[in-house]
């Protein structure tokens, strides 16, 4: 049994149809990830299945459970998260209260949670940080508290959307370092990136969306050599540059 | 430091507090004390700041940490007050009990209102509208309501030899006591959860509902929550006016005027922090209150419409009126005052005044640690 | 139809026209700037004041001083908006709500204090003229009310629509970082919405005075209707805010005849209201940009 399974899910914006039937399988321990061009619709997948929006058609099943028509905090209990590409810090928190906030999706009692806060907040490395305010970080901050804040609710599958857009290389290479030990740590993973030197070495197998439809899937390698993937990129004129900051 | 310091800075207040009764009759407390303002008088201003403190921590409760701005919990306030009554009156259940029953009836209709409103996804300016709206339904149906007395209200039945469980006393100092242990109990409530997971999920909910629901805070739920029990609060707030004034009628209760005053208090003081309430309930009745007696002292007599219809020439018209002000008009000065300063905090420190406290003693202590 | 009901339906649309201004003023404020004012009954409240004392202390007819209120009352919008509301633009909805909220509270007191708490009325020897319209009876000063607000809202409408600045207007309505982008003086455009509001919602006040009373506590219901009206026509959307006007004063003035006391009709009122608002947030006419 795959640990997510999207069926057919399908999804339009008055004339616009976002994400047209797109089958998406994710098996447990593997790091799955989902390119396309902007507009290509991965951010609207992420929301379909995570709850924030309800698909026209089609079903989602977590764990063997459809969850259509759940709560996003309620999947979030199930053990799935995801992180959000225009990032959402708690503005008016310190780092560790904005982990804090995640980690209470599994413990009940302060202390509890806030070791499990202080255990993750070392894990992504923002231990510096910790007194700050959510606003007052920069977007490599706010890129990390994002993952940190989904990693302390002790997910199973965590979707993470362009975590590394708007980074320096520098700050890519680190952020590599986190995602490996958050996979280490068996944590399976669906990741949105533009940096094709991230997707490539980081993932066992990736979806490729064009137009809302899912027109590849296979592993890194194959999906290189895929005529169709090249099309759909260079039809878009797409640059795999590190460090753009896409519009959507 | 800074906590620890403020910890003894209101524990000093706490126990000036406990023994302030003791003292209000002596002449030391007159020396300092503008005139008059000593014995009961000293107290009864004492017991609407603790009263007005707790509400306002009832209100904190949504509108602060939650961040769901009502502006209709006077009708929580005037729900509670006229149950606990009517219990008293028509089953001759002792207020103490009623208060509860005020309690559970204004959470239940708490709650009801928060299903319908969150259920509906109702945020921001359109969930404040129900709240007025909620209340504006409640004022009109208490006021056309004769079993509940419509519009001249209910005069609680006096006892002149009351008995503890009468909730009615002929002196201050119960009504002192009991005034100041709601409000140290709100505290405890609230402080208690400022620091458990419902704090913290309210916190979230309040500055951003996607990030707070992805991580697994179920928003609608905690919101339900926070109004229920805010709602709860605040009825329990009426039966306690409802004993000390021994009168309750709708206009003057469940009206706009009272939904603000009860969330002045946290606004100013610092919306969604624990001490904010009270701080601005400590603010807010002195200055009103003070205000009320330097300037609404005495009054000419002469009333506006008195004034026009008299058939004095324009100038002296003028001068009699500008007498009329000055002997504090036709009241409403200290009112005056709060819209001032909720506009002066919203515009100068929108977080309240110990956020704005606190964001000075950072920037301090930056600066002084810039300098070393 | 029993003569009743045509008399309720007439008074309803009658006073239903002076709500559709005080609502037009409130939908275009929140349609220009997005700001939510609390405090819209208030400059009724000091619209109504303004007639009474300009009657009774110096005679002047309260339909001079409606057209005297239109540049007066534009230029206190002006400076209000300059000076208190201008920081709030683009904050949270909290923070604008908190604001209007305590000018209101400023404002009913610092009538309490100058004018006193006592309710007034003018008496005037047309006041109480009325009618035959097909057996229901009409006073003429209650037209004359409806006539006025239509009127305006009428004329606000071309405004909006023919003028230079009445586009630019639309244009911020539409989308600010458009209107900017074609060179649109926001700040100014801000000015003159506010300062519209504000002359609308007094100038119907003023209409009002020869048949209402006046008190410091007039205000939060007629912000509170202009609310509704705002909400079940649309924010934004001027023509829904009169059609809603329209429909508030007949629900009301039905509901005054069906409950068990009239002075209950507001009942319906707020009932439609937050029925409105869980289930049509976007109006019954649809809001502005959809
Ligand atoms: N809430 C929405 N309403 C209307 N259109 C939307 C909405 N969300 C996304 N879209 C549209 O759906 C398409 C896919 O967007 P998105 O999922 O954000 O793409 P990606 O994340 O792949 O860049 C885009 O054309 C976008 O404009
Ligand atoms: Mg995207």
């Known amino acids: ?248 | 430091m800074a906590g620890l310091r403020a910890n003894w800075f209101y524990l000093i207040v706490l126990a000036g507090l406990l023994m302030l009764p003791l003292f209000a009759e002596s002449d030391a407390v007159a020396a300092v004390m503008p005139r008059g303002l000593t014995g009961s008088a000293l107290l009864h201003v004492f017991v609407l700041i603790f009263f007005f403190a707790y509400m306002s921590q009832a209100w904190n409760i949504i509108g602060g940490f939650a961040g769901q701005l009502s502006i209709g919990h006077a009708a929580f306030f005037g729900i509670g007050a006229y149950v606990s009554t009517i219990c008293y009156i028509h089953f001759g259940l002792t207020p103490w009990l009623g208060m509860i029953v005020a309690a559970a009836v204004t959470g239940l209709i708490g709650a009801g209102l928060g299903l319908v409103s969150f259920h509906y996804g109702l945020k921001g300016p359109f969930f404040a509208l129900v709240t007025v709206a909620f209340a504006e339904i409640t004022r009109l149906v208490l006021l056309h309501w004769e079993f509940v007395g419509a519009a001249n209200g209910i005069l609680l039945p006096f006892s002149p030899d009351p008995t503890f469980w009468e909730f009615q006393f002929t002196t201050k100092e119960p009504y002192y006591y009991i005034a100041l242990a709601m409000m140290l109990g709100s505290i405890a409530l609230v402080g208690w959860i400022a620091r458990s997971r419902f704090g913290y999920y309210l916190h979230a909910i309040r500055q951003d509902e996607d990030a707070a629901e992805a991580v697994g805070v179920p928003t609608k739920r905690c919101k339900i929550q926070a109004i229920a029990l805010s709602a709860a609060l605040a009825g329990l707030g009426g039966t306690f006016y409802a004993q000390y004034t021994q009168y309750i009628v709708p206009d003057d209760m469940v009206v706009g005027r009272v939904s603000v005053e009860i969330l002045l208090g946290a606004v100013i003081g610092g919306a969604g922090t624990v001490m904010g309430p009270i701080v601005g309930a400590f603010i807010l009745i002195p200055v009103g209150e003070a205000t009320r007696v330097i300037f609404e002292g005495g009054g000419t007599g002469t009333s506006l419409s008195a004034l026009i219809a008299s058939d004095m020439g324009f100038a002296d018209k003028f001068l009699a009126y500008l007498d009329y002000l000055a002997a504090g008009g036709g009241g409403g000065l200290a009112i005056i005052l709060y819209g001032f300063l909720l506009m002066a905090v919203v515009l100068g420190m929108p977080g309240g005044v110990l956020p704005w406290l606190a964001g000075l003693r950072a920037r301090a202590a930056r600066r002084t640690r810039a300098r070393s | 139809m029993s003569d009743v009901y045509l008399q309720a339906l007439i008074s309803g649309l009658m006073i239903g026209g002076v709500y559709a201004l005080v609502a037009v003023g409130l939908t275009l404020i929140f349609g220009v700037m997005d700001i939510i004012n609390f405090a819209h009954g208030e400059f009724l409240m000091f619209g109504m004041y303004g007639a009474f004392f300009a009657s009774v202390l110096f005679g002047i007819d309260p339909y001079l001083s409606a057209v005297l209120a239109l540049p007066l009352f534009f230029a206190i919008g002006w400076t209000v908006q300059g000076v208190l509301i201008r920081p709030v633009v683009g904050k949270s909805h909290a923070i604008q709500i908190l604001l209007t909220l305590g000018l209101s509270l400023l404002m009913q007191a610092l009538a309490q204090f100058l004018f006193s708490a006592d309710f007034q009325s003018l008496k005037l020897d047309y006041g109480s003229a009325t009618f035959d319209l097909g057996g229901a009876r009409v006073s003429y000063t209650r037209l004359a009310a409806f006539l006025i607000a239509m009127g305006l809202c009428a004329a606000l409408w071309v405004f909006l629509q023919r003028t230079d600045t009445g586009r630019a207007l639309r244009a911020c309505a539409e989308e600010h970082e458009g209107a900017l982008a074609v060179g649109i003086d926001l700040r100014r455009m801000y000015k003159i919405a506010f300062g519209l509001g504000i002359a609308c919602v007094a100038i119907a006040g003023i209409a009002m005075t020869p048949f209402f009373y006046v008190a410091p506590v007039v205000g939060p219901k007629f912000t509170l209707v202009a609310f509704v009206i705002v909400v079940l026509g649309g924010l934004g959307n001027i023509p829904g805010a009169v059609a809603g006007a329209l429909i508030v004063g007949v629900v009301e003035s039905v509901g005054a005849l069906v409950m068990p006391s009239p002075s209950l009709k507001d009942l319906g009122v707020y009932l439609l209201f937050i029925l409105v608002l869980l289930f049509r947030p976007q109006g019954l006419f649809g809001a502005k940009g959809s």
Not at chain 1, 5 to 19: D, I, P, Q
């Open chain 1, 1 to 248: 049994m795959s640990l997510l399974e999207a069926r057919s899910v399908t999804r339009r914006f008055g004339g616009l149809t976002a994400v047209n039937a797109v089958d998406f399988r994710v098996e447990t321990g593997e790091i799955v990830g989902l390119i396309g061009p902007n507009g290509a619709g991965k951010t609207t997948f992420f929301n379909l299945i995570s709850g924030f929006l309800r698909p026209d058609e089609g079903d989602v099943l977590f764990d063997g459970h459809s969850i259509l028509g759940h709560k996003p905090s309620d999947i979030c209990k199930r053990g799935m998260t995801r992180t959000f590409q225009i990032v959402k810090p708690f503005p008016e928190m310190t780092v560790t209260d904005n982990v804090l906030v995640g980690a209470f999706n599994h413990h009940g009692d302060t202390g509890a949670a806030l070791a499990k806060a202080r255990s993750v907040i070392e894990l992504v490395g923002l231990g510096p940080q910790a007194g700050k305010l959510g606003r007052e970080l920069t977007v490599a901050g706010r890129k990390r508290v994002e993952l940190a804040k989904a990693l302390a609710t002790e997910p199973k599958l965590m979707l993470l959307d362009e975590v590394m857009a708007g980074l320096t290389p520098s700050e890519v290479g680190a952020m590599i370092e986190v995602l490996g030990r958050v996979r280490d740590a068996g944590v399976t993973m669906v990741i949105v990136e533009h940096v094709m030197q991230v997707i490539m070495n980081l993932s066992d197998r990736i979806y490729v969306l064009h137009h809302g439809e899912a027109i590849a899937e296979g592993p890194p390698r194959e999906i290189v050599a895929n005529p169709r993937v090249m099309e759909a990129y260079l039809g878009e004129s797409f640059v795999a540059e590190a460090g753009a900051e896409p519009a959507t």
